[in-house]
């Protein structure tokens, strides 16, 4: 099966500028999570969808980051604007819905600089 | 809440060498557990994961992991390293009571980078 797509893998921007990234899951998988990977940490999760509503975004600094997914489909995560301390990597995952521990699936991240 | 705390941001070993990596969780509840791994540039990939049946787990690449309840531990092994396990490993651990409502919500630890030494 084809694995999660994620787009653009870099992007470099100054600080005060806007980003998005696009999130394309696994066919079939009805849940979706953005996590944002800080250099020399593991992932945090920003926001998870269960088809296109949402189940946590609490930690997700929503003065300025916002993510939506049509359809219960592909998913955009959007940063405006950005700070320095949004530099990471931004990891789209996937995991079907059914109860018990599915295993997410990553895609292989969109690397953001903030300079 | 739910933590994971990994015991070692560097390990080094030897080819031919075992690999042990720490992780311990911090649950009110009985927790699922899971091992990635993370290649330069890439996603994370799953090694393993531990969902209350067999204690001990074996997964890929010859990595298996021991969930002790009483000492609040899943630790990773491999007995013998290869060049290609080079990479940074990730514990984390999910509710099962939230899974059915909301899905496999995954809390990591800080990971730990794995050098190989020939």
């Known amino acids: 099966e084809a694995g999660v797509a994620q787009s653009p893998r870099y992007k470099i921007i100054e600080k005060r500028q806007s980003v998005a990234f696009w999130c394309n899951p696994i066919s079939g998988h009805a849940t979706l999570y953005w996590y944002q990977q800080i250099l020399g940490q593991g992932p945090k999760l920003l926001i998870q969808f269960q088809n296109n509503g949402v189940v946590d975004d609490s930690q997700l600094p929503k003065d300025r980051f916002s993510a939506e997914r049509l359809k219960g489909v592909d998913s955009t995560l959007k940063i405006q604007p950005a700070k320095l301390e949004d530099s990471a990597v931004y990891l789209c995952?996937?995991?079907?819905?059914?109860?018990?521990?599915?295993?997410?699936?990553f895609g292989a991240g969109s690397r953001l600089t903030v300079l | 809440a739910q933590s994971v705390t990994q015991l070692g941001s560097h390990v080094s070993v030897s080819e031919g060498a075992l690999v042990l990596l720490r992780c311990n969780y911090s649950?009110?509840?009985?927790?699922?557990l899971f091992w990635y791994v993370q290649y330069p540039n890439q996603g994370l990939q799953l090694l393993l994961k531990y969902t209350s049946a067999a204690t001990l787990v074996k997964g890929i690449n010859g990595f298996e992991a021991e969930f002790k309840k009483s000492e609040t531990s899943f630790h990773l092994t491999k007995p013998s390293a290869h060049m290609s396990d080079a990479a940074e490993y990730f514990c984390a651990v999910s509710d099962p009571s939230a899974v059915k409502a909301a899905g496999n919500k995954l809390t990591f630890g800080g990971g730990t980078r794995v050098l190989v030494k020939p």
């Open positions: 649950s009110s509840v009985p927790p699922y």
């Open positions: 995952a996937s995991s079907l819905r059914d109860p018990g521990a599915n295993v997410l699936t």
